[in-house]
């Protein structure tokens, strides 16, 4: 057990929707990161805060957004989605802004 | 554009051989590397991590070797064990655009046979 936190774990969802994926991070942690992870691929780096504030993007559509609030959990909120946004959501954990990230169990989204 | 490549999908080598899984980067950036290991409906697990600084990293039965003239490391797991069967992945960061990102390879899914 990472002590990183994912709800849902399971998400189906039809074309068109918007849904939102939650994430609490190990207790200390201030960054928190997102990934995402398409079928049989690697894992995509899509944003990064520290402290509530952004501090790094990666290949997230402007679809997605995402905050972190002053409790430091974090949301994902993926909208108008595509069927080819069916992945496996990750969010990670650090203490600080560059050291070993903790992972999470996952949220495996499904949209039909 | 791939800057952290793991070319070999798939590795088999048996109970207590040595399994070595190798990695490149392209971005001489980079100046921070981790493996880590997943098993399937889990999260990826932090194993092991090397600064640019070094060129050999320990702990128990894991080593991660860097060689920054190649672009290469390797992940050597000696003995190799069954429960060590999972998908290996390997990260670079280095500070780009202000920031530092954890760019990951494809993984190397690694069986152990008994």
């Known amino acids: 057990d990472s002590g990183v936190t994912q709800t849902p774990k399971h998400l189906i969802t039809a074309t068109g929707q918007r849904v939102t994926l939650r994430c609490s991070p190990r207790s200390g942690d ?5 990934y ?15 402290n509530g504030e952004e501090r790094a993007k990666g290949n997230i559509l402007e679809r997605f957004s995402a905050q ?9 909120n993926l909208s108008s989605l595509e069927l080819g946004d069916s992945a496996l959501y990750f969010c990670a954990s ?11 169990p996952g949220t495996r989204l499904t949209v039909t | 554009d791939q800057q952290v490549k793991q070319n070999s999908p798939s590795l088999s080598v048996q109970e ?11 971005n001489s950036m980079f100046d921070y590397f981790l493996w880590y290991k997943k098993y399937p409906a889990e999260g990826p697990t932090f194993l092991i991590s090397i600064s640019s600084i070094k060129d050999k990293n320990e702990d128990g039965r894991f080593t991660v070797f860097l ?3 190649a672009k290469h490391l390797s992940l050597h797991i000696v003995p190799s064990q069954p429960g060590d069967s999972a ?25 152990v046979r008994p």
């Open chain 1, 36 to 50: 995402q992870q398409s079928l049989d691929q690697g894992l995509q780096f899509l944003i990064q805060y520290y």
């Open chain 2, 67 to 69: 060689n920054k003239s």
């Open chain 1, 30 to 34: 201030l960054s928190v990161y997102w």
């Open chain 2, 87 to 111: 998908v290996y992945f390997c990260a670079a960061s280095g500070r780009m655009d202000s920031s530092y990102k954890l760019i990951f390879g494809s993984g190397t899914r690694l069986l």
């Open chain 2, 16 to 26: 207590g051989r040595i399994s070595i899984l190798n990695c490149d980067y392209t």
């Open chain 1, 68 to 76: 972190q609030f002053p409790d430091l959990h974090s949301e994902l």
């Open chain 1, 94 to 104: 650090s203490p600080h802004l560059r050291d070993e990230q903790y992972f999470g």
